[in-house]
């Protein structure tokens, strides 16, 4: 039995995926969602309850934690939630098997690898570096995988340009248009993740999901609206000026501003470890497009 934390698109996929294989899934939100299938058990539950957890969690094999505070809740909602998971894969023998993001590393000047110093300078990036150094100096069996920003149809760059794209108007985005950035399928990032876990050689690191070659923003987008049958898209970056504003307004726009380095300067993630140590790949741009358009 394997324990999936969250239902967000990573969650439901790495669910789906371990219960296609055969193994019986129990699936811990707040509200008691997830995705239905004969092998998973949807739950209830308050994952930052380190009790409960335990209980859920028992017999366990891997823990998977995928689950996503909102942004303004991260230094007070991730401390206990990450505890929770640590202390029930402990209790469990589990491992436990983190979906990562890039903010751990800080700005950087060339393309992010897996031994870059995690220098994390923003409020965000240091509760994930603090919550990898604990699961790590616990001794339990984890591993991370680290994506960059989505190809998926929520919490993603298409996700905020598509239906402005539908409607034939222009697309406001807060990334900037022309340079160079690593997009990762949701569903590479999933893979990884379930292949990885049960994998002994892979325990104690942090790995890089595989992602197709950085481009920019505008290419990206140019490139689902034809896969959608879309004419060429109408794209426009707010300035900083603009954020700053919304920022006073809306709390989500005021913690993007912590992390906009990550879409105004080049973001490129080298993923070449993974598919050197385990031969995994990215799924095909097109492909993964396509996915994230019919969703």
């Known amino acids: 039995m394997q324990v ?3 239902s967000g698109a990573v969650g ?13 899934v129990r699936v811990v939100t707040r509200s008691g969602g997830g995705p239905h299938h004969p092998r998973v058990t949807r ?7 380190g009790a409960a957890l335990k209980r859920i969690a028992k017999g366990a094999t891997v823990i998977y934690n995928c689950a996503n505070p909102q942004y303004f809740e991260w230094p007070t909602a991730w401390p206990p939630l990450a505890d ?6 402990e209790a469990n023998d589990a491992v436990l098997a983190i979906i990562g993001n890039l903010y751990a590393y800080g700005p950087v000047d060339r393309p992010m690898t897996e031994d870059m110093p995690l220098a994390a300078r923003t409020v965000k990036g240091r509760v994930r570096v603090k919550m990898w150094q604990d699961v790590l100096a ?27 794209m539908r409607s034939g108007k222009t697309a406001w985005l807060p990334a900037a248009l022309d340079v160079s950035h690593t997009y990762t399928y949701v569903g590479d990032a999933a893979r990884t993740l379930v292949e990885l876990a049960p994998q002994a050689k892979a325990w104690g690191k942090a790995w890089h999901t ?32 603009a954020m700053q504003g919304a920022g006073l307004f809306d709390k989500i726009a005021k913690e993007f501003l912590e992390v906009r380095y990550q879409h105004v300067l080049p973001f490129v993630m080298d993923s070449s470890r993974v598919t050197t140590e385990f031969g995994l790949t990215a799924t095909a741009l097109d492909d993964s497009l396509r996915a994230a358009v019919q969703a």
């Open 138 to 164: 616990s001794g339990v069996r984890t591993l991370e995988v680290r994506s960059s920003d989505w190809i998926g149809s929520q919490y993603s760059l298409l996700g905020l340009a598509l239906p402005a």
């Open 210 to 241: 595989p992602s197709v070659a950085p481009m920019t923003a505008r290419e990206l987008l140019t490139r689902a609206a034809s896969i959608a049958g879309l004419g060429a898209p109408r794209l426009r970056s707010y300035p900083k000026v």
């Open 12 to 24: 439901t996929a790495v669910a789906l995926r371990v219960a296609e294989s055969g193994d019986e």
């Open 4 to 6: 999936v934390i969250g």
């Open 84 to 89: 929770a998971m640590l202390r029930a894969a």
């Open 43 to 49: 739950i209830k539950a308050d994952a930052a309850d």
